[in-house]
């Protein structure tokens, strides 16, 4: 069986640096994918490879079979992609359920547009805070409003840039269980995260990038203790 998510040898230079040198990754239907590493290491411009937001200086993108390398953003969106980048996009003046409908409205027939905006209003805890101003939710709620607007979009592949970044532990475990329950219902869903206690809760597989390459694959255990994986968090390579 084909992967739902391949990427081959995939580049990108940026002025004599390549943020990701010749990736080869697969993601199968199904799965929870966590994608580590240091700080630099090009798994944001990964992630910008594979929504459309940067073209590749080399490689290709499969997604359900198809190669959508030459496919603009929103074709990729269409087709069953989703994002929430590392930076958060929601509207912050605008009210949260505002937020949703906005995404939504890109889906969803307006006769179902209440109920779709109840259950994602519910599902994120996000009903009592719905009149609010995006900007005036916590910082936690704001991912999770962020999520919600990558969700709506009703993606098979869902990519999550630290979603739990700035969140107290309480927050980052609510967010694990928002994970698991969309991969439970059927999304696949890749996320990059720095937390290992999230991971752990989340993911059976992870791979870890370093200067733009694939530097592991595996469990999160043989990950973890794994000695040339401890020495480039530290630095000492
Ligand atoms: P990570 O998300 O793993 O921290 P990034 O993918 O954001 O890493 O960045 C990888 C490398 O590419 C870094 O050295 C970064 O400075 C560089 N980079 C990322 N985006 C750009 C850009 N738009 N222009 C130039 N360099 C970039
Ligand atoms: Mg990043």
């Known amino acids: 069986m084909s992967a739902l998510l ?11 640096l390549y943020a990701t040198n010749g990736v080869s990754l697969a993601i199968e239907a199904g799965e929870v994918r966590c994608l580590i590493g240091p700080n630099g290491a090009g798994k944001s411009t990964l992630f910008k490879l594979i929504i459309g937001t940067y073209q590749p200086s080399g490689g290709q993108v499969f997604f359900d079979g198809h190669d959508i390398t030459p496919l603009e953003s929103h074709r990729r969106v269409n087709q069953g992609l989703s994002i929430k980048f590392q930076v958060p996009g929601i509207f912050l003046e605008l009210g949260v359920e505002q937020n949703l409908r906005i995404a939504l409205q890109r889906k969803v027939a307006p006769a179902r547009m209440n109920d779709e905006t109840e259950r994602l209003l519910a599902f994120l805890d996000l ?3 719905r009149h609010l101003a995006a900007g005036n939710l ?3 709620q704001q991912q999770w409003l962020e999520i919600g ?6 993606p098979k592949l869902l990519l999550l840039d630290e979603p ?4 107290s532990p309480e927050e980052t475990f609510k967010t694990g269980e928002l994970v698991k329950r969309l991969n439970a ?7 990059i995260e720095h937390d290992m206690t999230f991971v752990r809760q989340i993911a059976r597989k992870v791979t870890v990038l370093h200067f733009g390459k694939v530097f ?3 469990t999160l255990d043989q990950v973890v203790n794994n000695d040339d994986v401890a020495r480039i968090y530290l630095g000492k390579e």
């Open 6 to 16: 391949e990427t081959r040898d995939l580049s990108k230079f940026f002025g004599g």
């Open 127 to 129: 009903a009592p805070s």
């Open 138 to 140: 916590s910082h936690g």
């Open 149 to 154: 607007m990558a969700i709506a979009l009703q």
């Open 164 to 167: 739990t970044a700035g969140m």
């Open 185 to 191: 219902d059927g999304m696949t869903i890749v996320v």
């Open 216 to 218: 592991l694959e595996g």
